[in-house]
Protein backbone atom coordinates (compact mmCIF):
# COMPACT_ATOMS: atom_id res chain seq x y z
CA UNK A 1 0.00 0.00 0.00
CA UNK A 2 1.15 3.48 -0.64
CA UNK A 3 1.44 5.58 2.01
CA UNK A 4 -1.08 3.92 4.11
CA UNK A 5 -4.29 5.07 2.00
CA UNK A 6 -5.68 4.51 -1.63
CA UNK A 7 -4.35 5.33 -4.98
CA UNK A 8 -3.10 9.00 -4.81
CA UNK A 9 -2.59 10.57 -7.94
CA UNK A 10 0.11 13.15 -7.70
CA UNK A 11 -0.96 16.50 -9.80
CA UNK A 12 2.33 18.02 -8.60
CA UNK A 13 0.61 20.54 -5.91
CA UNK A 14 -2.19 18.56 -4.01
CA UNK A 15 -2.36 14.95 -3.65
CA UNK A 16 -5.55 13.64 -4.72
CA UNK A 17 -6.96 10.97 -4.20
CA UNK A 18 -9.37 9.14 -6.39
CA UNK A 19 -11.36 5.42 -7.03
CA UNK A 20 -11.55 5.01 -10.43
CA UNK A 21 -11.34 1.24 -11.22
CA UNK A 22 -10.37 -2.12 -10.25
CA UNK A 23 -6.91 -1.88 -12.05
CA UNK A 24 -5.76 0.62 -10.31
CA UNK A 25 -5.88 -0.83 -6.77
CA UNK A 26 -3.49 -2.39 -5.68
CA UNK A 27 -4.39 -5.65 -3.91
CA UNK A 28 -3.28 -4.33 0.24
CA UNK A 29 -5.88 -1.69 -0.48
CA UNK A 30 -8.71 -4.04 -1.51
CA UNK A 31 -7.50 -6.33 1.19
CA UNK A 32 -7.60 -2.39 3.17
CA UNK A 33 -11.24 -1.38 2.18
CA UNK A 34 -12.40 -4.87 2.97
CA UNK A 35 -11.18 -4.51 6.42
CA UNK A 36 -12.59 -0.86 6.76
CA UNK A 37 -15.87 -2.25 5.46
CA UNK A 38 -15.73 -5.28 8.17
CA UNK A 39 -15.37 -2.45 10.62
CA UNK A 40 -17.90 -0.47 9.60
CA UNK A 41 -20.49 -3.27 9.56
CA UNK A 42 -19.60 -4.56 13.06
CA UNK A 43 -19.54 -0.96 14.46
CA UNK A 44 -15.68 -0.83 15.11
CA UNK A 45 -15.35 2.60 13.23
CA UNK A 46 -16.35 6.10 14.46
CA UNK A 47 -17.20 8.81 12.05
CA UNK A 48 -15.06 11.79 11.93
CA UNK A 49 -16.17 15.43 13.55
CA UNK A 50 -14.88 17.20 10.55
CA UNK A 51 -17.47 18.27 7.83
CA UNK A 52 -17.48 17.20 4.45
CA UNK A 53 -19.22 17.65 1.60
CA UNK A 54 -20.06 14.90 -1.14
CA UNK A 55 -21.91 15.48 -4.28
CA UNK A 56 -23.87 12.85 -5.95
CA UNK A 57 -23.80 12.83 -9.76
CA UNK A 58 -26.15 10.78 -11.65
CA UNK A 59 -25.96 11.03 -15.15
CA UNK A 60 -27.66 7.34 -15.67
CA UNK A 61 -30.28 5.86 -13.73
CA UNK A 62 -29.40 4.22 -10.29
CA UNK A 63 -31.36 2.82 -7.43
CA UNK A 64 -28.65 0.86 -5.60
CA UNK A 65 -25.19 3.00 -6.08
CA UNK A 66 -27.04 6.41 -5.57
CA UNK A 67 -28.69 5.61 -2.53
CA UNK A 68 -26.24 3.20 -0.40
CA UNK A 69 -23.53 5.85 -1.09
CA UNK A 70 -26.36 8.72 0.44
CA UNK A 71 -27.02 6.87 3.26
CA UNK A 72 -22.59 5.58 3.61
CA UNK A 73 -22.55 9.58 3.15
CA UNK A 74 -24.88 10.24 5.73
CA UNK A 75 -23.15 7.70 8.74
CA UNK A 76 -20.35 9.19 8.06
CA UNK A 77 -21.63 12.30 9.08
CA UNK A 78 -20.68 13.85 5.77
CA UNK A 79 -23.23 16.70 4.07
CA UNK A 80 -24.97 15.88 1.00
CA UNK A 81 -25.45 17.16 -2.17
CA UNK A 82 -27.96 15.41 -4.60
CA UNK A 83 -27.34 16.67 -7.89
CA UNK A 84 -30.26 16.81 -9.78
CA UNK A 85 -28.92 16.44 -13.34
CA UNK A 86 -32.38 17.63 -15.02
CA UNK A 87 -32.67 20.98 -12.88
CA UNK A 88 -29.29 21.78 -13.02
CA UNK A 89 -27.32 23.98 -15.30
CA UNK A 90 -26.08 21.12 -17.56
CA UNK A 91 -29.55 21.97 -19.40
CA UNK A 92 -28.06 25.44 -19.95
CA UNK A 93 -25.44 23.53 -21.51
CA UNK A 94 -22.52 23.73 -18.67
CA UNK A 95 -20.03 21.26 -19.07
CA UNK A 96 -19.06 18.37 -16.87
CA UNK A 97 -15.72 19.94 -16.24
CA UNK A 98 -17.10 23.21 -15.63
CA UNK A 99 -20.42 21.49 -13.50
CA UNK A 100 -16.90 19.86 -11.22
CA UNK A 101 -14.96 23.19 -11.06
CA UNK A 102 -18.38 25.16 -9.71
CA UNK A 103 -18.83 22.14 -7.44
CA UNK A 104 -14.92 22.31 -6.37
CA UNK A 105 -15.39 26.27 -5.98
CA UNK A 106 -18.33 26.35 -3.48
CA UNK A 107 -16.90 24.05 -1.05
CA UNK A 108 -17.54 20.41 -2.46
CA UNK A 109 -14.72 17.52 -1.24
CA UNK A 110 -15.58 15.19 -2.97
CA UNK A 111 -18.30 13.71 -6.22
CA UNK A 112 -19.80 10.37 -6.83
CA UNK A 113 -20.01 10.22 -10.74
CA UNK A 114 -22.25 7.91 -12.98
CA UNK A 115 -21.92 8.35 -16.15
CA UNK A 116 -22.49 6.98 -19.59
CA UNK A 117 -19.24 7.76 -21.35
CA UNK A 118 -16.23 5.29 -20.51
CA UNK A 119 -13.62 6.75 -19.01
CA UNK A 120 -15.63 10.12 -18.89
CA UNK A 121 -12.81 11.10 -15.44
CA UNK A 122 -10.18 11.21 -17.34
CA UNK A 123 -9.88 15.18 -18.49
CA UNK A 124 -10.71 16.17 -15.24
CA UNK A 125 -8.17 13.90 -12.94
CA UNK A 126 -4.80 16.54 -12.87
CA UNK A 127 -7.61 19.97 -13.33
CA UNK A 128 -9.53 19.64 -9.87
CA UNK A 129 -8.62 18.72 -6.00
CA UNK A 130 -12.07 17.03 -5.61
CA UNK A 131 -11.83 13.08 -5.16
CA UNK A 132 -13.83 11.44 -8.04
CA UNK A 133 -15.51 7.74 -7.11
CA UNK A 134 -16.36 6.37 -10.06
CA UNK A 135 -20.08 5.06 -9.54
CA UNK A 136 -20.11 3.20 -13.25
CA UNK A 137 -18.60 4.47 -16.57
CA UNK A 138 -20.83 3.45 -19.06
CA UNK A 139 -19.10 -0.44 -20.29
CA UNK A 140 -16.16 0.45 -18.30
CA UNK A 141 -16.02 -0.07 -14.76
CA UNK A 142 -18.24 0.36 -11.25
CA UNK A 143 -15.26 -0.32 -8.63
CA UNK A 144 -17.13 -0.11 -5.49
CA UNK A 145 -19.68 -2.71 -6.94
CA UNK A 146 -17.00 -4.72 -7.27
CA UNK A 147 -15.55 -4.43 -3.97
CA UNK A 148 -19.09 -5.01 -2.46
CA UNK A 149 -19.18 -8.20 -3.95
CA UNK A 150 -15.21 -9.25 -2.92
CA UNK A 151 -16.26 -7.96 0.27
CA UNK A 152 -19.39 -10.27 0.28
CA UNK A 153 -17.86 -13.54 -1.59
CA UNK A 154 -14.98 -13.46 1.35
CA UNK A 155 -17.71 -13.30 4.18
CA UNK A 156 -18.94 -16.15 1.96
CA UNK A 157 -15.96 -18.22 1.67
CA UNK A 158 -13.57 -16.69 3.92
CA UNK A 159 -10.62 -16.40 1.51
CA UNK A 160 -10.70 -16.48 -2.78
CA UNK A 161 -7.96 -19.34 -3.67
CA UNK A 162 -9.20 -21.72 -5.84
CA UNK A 163 -12.46 -20.59 -5.60
CA UNK A 164 -14.76 -21.12 -8.97
CA UNK A 165 -16.44 -17.85 -9.98
CA UNK A 166 -18.54 -18.10 -13.14
CA UNK A 167 -19.50 -14.83 -14.24
CA UNK A 168 -22.86 -15.29 -16.45
CA UNK A 169 -24.87 -13.12 -19.16
CA UNK A 170 -24.05 -10.25 -21.55
CA UNK A 171 -20.52 -10.09 -20.20
CA UNK A 172 -20.20 -7.80 -23.45
CA UNK A 173 -21.72 -4.40 -21.98
CA UNK A 174 -21.45 -4.88 -18.57
CA UNK A 175 -18.92 -2.72 -16.26
CA UNK A 176 -19.45 -5.13 -13.56
CA UNK A 177 -18.09 -8.55 -15.65
CA UNK A 178 -15.04 -6.11 -16.43
CA UNK A 179 -14.23 -5.02 -12.83
CA UNK A 180 -14.92 -8.51 -11.22
CA UNK A 181 -13.37 -10.92 -13.43
CA UNK A 182 -9.87 -9.72 -13.40
CA UNK A 183 -9.51 -8.99 -9.50
CA UNK A 184 -11.12 -11.70 -8.43
CA UNK A 185 -8.46 -13.68 -10.53
CA UNK A 186 -5.92 -11.61 -9.14
CA UNK A 187 -7.01 -12.50 -5.52
CA UNK A 188 -6.64 -16.41 -6.79
CA UNK A 189 -10.20 -17.42 -8.08
CA UNK A 190 -10.71 -18.88 -10.90
CA UNK A 191 -13.04 -17.30 -13.15
CA UNK A 192 -15.27 -17.99 -15.91
CA UNK A 193 -17.73 -16.96 -18.34
CA UNK A 194 -20.87 -17.69 -19.67
CA UNK A 195 -23.31 -16.55 -22.09
CA UNK A 196 -24.30 -15.66 -25.43
CA UNK A 197 -21.57 -15.82 -27.79
CA UNK A 198 -22.44 -12.47 -29.64
CA UNK A 199 -21.97 -10.87 -26.11
CA UNK A 200 -18.67 -11.94 -25.59
CA UNK A 201 -16.49 -9.58 -25.39
CA UNK A 202 -12.64 -9.52 -27.07
CA UNK A 203 -11.31 -7.39 -24.73
CA UNK A 204 -10.97 -10.12 -21.99
CA UNK A 205 -10.53 -13.19 -23.97
CA UNK A 206 -8.40 -14.83 -21.48
CA UNK A 207 -11.23 -16.18 -19.48
CA UNK A 208 -12.58 -19.06 -20.72
CA UNK A 209 -16.59 -19.75 -21.75
CA UNK A 210 -18.68 -22.77 -20.61
CA UNK A 211 -22.43 -23.05 -21.04
CA UNK A 212 -25.04 -22.84 -18.30
CA UNK A 213 -25.66 -26.37 -17.12
CA UNK A 214 -21.26 -27.12 -16.83
CA UNK A 215 -21.80 -23.72 -15.05
CA UNK A 216 -24.06 -24.64 -12.18
CA UNK A 217 -22.28 -27.78 -11.33
CA UNK A 218 -19.01 -26.05 -11.43
CA UNK A 219 -19.63 -22.67 -9.85
CA UNK A 220 -18.68 -21.86 -5.69
CA UNK A 221 -20.15 -17.99 -6.78
CA UNK A 222 -22.70 -18.06 -10.17
CA UNK A 223 -22.68 -14.25 -10.56
CA UNK A 224 -25.71 -13.70 -13.03
CA UNK A 225 -25.73 -9.97 -15.11
CA UNK A 226 -28.88 -8.21 -16.46
CA UNK A 227 -29.17 -7.85 -20.46
CA UNK A 228 -27.67 -4.16 -20.49
CA UNK A 229 -30.27 -3.32 -23.63
CA UNK A 230 -29.46 0.38 -22.76
CA UNK A 231 -26.31 -0.28 -24.05
CA UNK A 232 -26.79 -2.50 -27.05
CA UNK A 233 -27.51 -0.99 -31.01
CA UNK A 234 -30.76 -3.22 -31.51
CA UNK A 235 -32.98 -4.57 -28.21
CA UNK A 236 -33.29 -7.68 -27.36
CA UNK A 237 -36.51 -9.21 -26.69
CA UNK A 238 -35.36 -11.54 -23.66
CA UNK A 239 -38.20 -13.59 -22.51
CA UNK A 240 -38.35 -17.40 -21.19
CA UNK A 241 -36.48 -18.72 -23.96
CA UNK A 242 -33.07 -16.81 -22.70
CA UNK A 243 -34.02 -18.47 -19.61
CA UNK A 244 -34.21 -21.92 -20.89
CA UNK A 245 -30.95 -21.20 -23.06
CA UNK A 246 -28.56 -19.02 -20.86
CA UNK A 247 -30.07 -18.17 -17.36
CA UNK A 248 -30.54 -19.81 -13.89
CA UNK A 249 -33.88 -22.17 -13.70
CA UNK A 250 -35.09 -24.10 -11.13
CA UNK A 251 -33.76 -27.71 -12.64
CA UNK A 252 -30.38 -25.94 -13.05
CA UNK A 253 -30.47 -24.59 -9.51
CA UNK A 254 -30.76 -28.25 -8.18
CA UNK A 255 -27.64 -29.43 -9.68
CA UNK A 256 -25.84 -26.55 -7.98
CA UNK A 257 -23.16 -27.51 -5.15
CA UNK A 258 -24.69 -27.37 -1.31
CA UNK A 259 -22.77 -24.23 -0.64
CA UNK A 260 -22.49 -22.30 -3.58
CA UNK A 261 -24.14 -19.07 -4.07
CA UNK A 262 -25.90 -17.03 -6.72
CA UNK A 263 -25.18 -13.27 -6.75
CA UNK A 264 -26.42 -10.61 -9.69
CA UNK A 265 -25.76 -6.87 -8.92
CA UNK A 266 -28.99 -5.84 -9.65
CA UNK A 267 -31.45 -4.46 -10.97
CA UNK A 268 -33.07 -8.46 -11.90
CA UNK A 269 -34.95 -9.10 -14.47
CA UNK A 270 -36.83 -12.11 -12.67
CA UNK A 271 -37.54 -14.61 -15.54
CA UNK A 272 -35.33 -13.86 -17.90
CA UNK A 273 -31.23 -14.47 -16.60
CA UNK A 274 -33.19 -16.06 -12.86
CA UNK A 275 -36.56 -17.52 -12.68
CA UNK A 276 -38.14 -15.24 -10.18
CA UNK A 277 -38.96 -18.11 -7.71
CA UNK A 278 -34.66 -18.43 -6.85
CA UNK A 279 -33.78 -14.19 -6.65
CA UNK A 280 -34.83 -15.21 -2.81
CA UNK A 281 -34.06 -18.55 -2.31
CA UNK A 282 -31.45 -19.50 0.31
CA UNK A 283 -28.87 -19.62 -1.73
CA UNK A 284 -29.11 -15.85 -3.22
CA UNK A 285 -27.04 -13.03 -1.86
CA UNK A 286 -28.58 -10.99 -4.18
CA UNK A 287 -29.87 -9.01 -1.09
CA UNK A 288 -26.61 -9.35 1.54
CA UNK A 289 -24.77 -7.58 -1.86
CA UNK A 290 -27.08 -4.36 -1.16
CA UNK A 291 -26.21 -4.21 2.49
CA UNK A 292 -22.95 -5.17 2.03
CA UNK A 293 -22.68 -2.06 -0.48
CA UNK A 294 -23.13 0.11 2.45
CA UNK A 295 -20.14 -0.59 4.05
CA UNK A 296 -18.32 -0.52 1.37
CA UNK A 297 -18.76 2.56 0.34
CA UNK A 298 -18.35 3.83 3.91
CA UNK A 299 -15.19 2.38 3.62
CA UNK A 300 -14.29 3.71 0.42
CA UNK A 301 -15.22 7.63 1.64
CA UNK A 302 -13.71 7.13 4.59
CA UNK A 303 -10.37 6.18 3.08
CA UNK A 304 -10.52 8.85 0.92
CA UNK A 305 -11.21 11.52 2.49
CA UNK A 306 -10.02 11.35 6.11
CA UNK A 307 -6.85 11.63 7.36
CA UNK A 308 -5.37 8.11 8.91
CA UNK A 309 -5.69 9.74 12.33
CA UNK A 310 -9.65 10.18 11.95
CA UNK A 311 -10.86 6.77 10.72
CA UNK A 312 -9.95 5.71 14.60
CA UNK A 313 -11.04 2.20 15.57
CA UNK A 314 -12.80 2.40 18.60
N1 LIG B 1 -25.87 -2.56 -9.18
C1 LIG B 1 -26.12 -1.29 -9.50
O1 LIG B 1 -25.23 -0.52 -9.90
O2 LIG B 1 -27.42 -0.92 -9.33
P1 LIG B 1 -28.01 0.52 -9.67
O3 LIG B 1 -27.91 0.71 -11.17
O4 LIG B 1 -29.43 0.51 -9.18
O5 LIG B 1 -27.17 1.53 -8.96
Redesign the pocket.
Known sequence: MRNGSLQTIDWGVNDVKHLLDMTSLETEEIHEILQRAEQFRTGKVIKSPEMKFVANLFFE??????FSFEVAERRLGYEVMNFETSSSSLQKGESLYDTIKTLEAIGANAVVI?HQDERYFEPLLNETSLSIIN??DGCGH?PT?SLLDVFTIQQEFNEFKGLEVVIAGDIRHSR?ARSNASVLKRLGAHVTFSGPSEWQDERMSEFPYIIMDEAVERADVLMLLRIQNERHSTKCNASSSYLESYGLTIEREKRMRSNSIIMH???VNRGVEIDTTLVECERSRIFKQMENGVYVRMACLNLLLQNAQEGMVV
Not at 61 to 66: A, D, I
Open positions: PSTRTRRAGHQVPAP
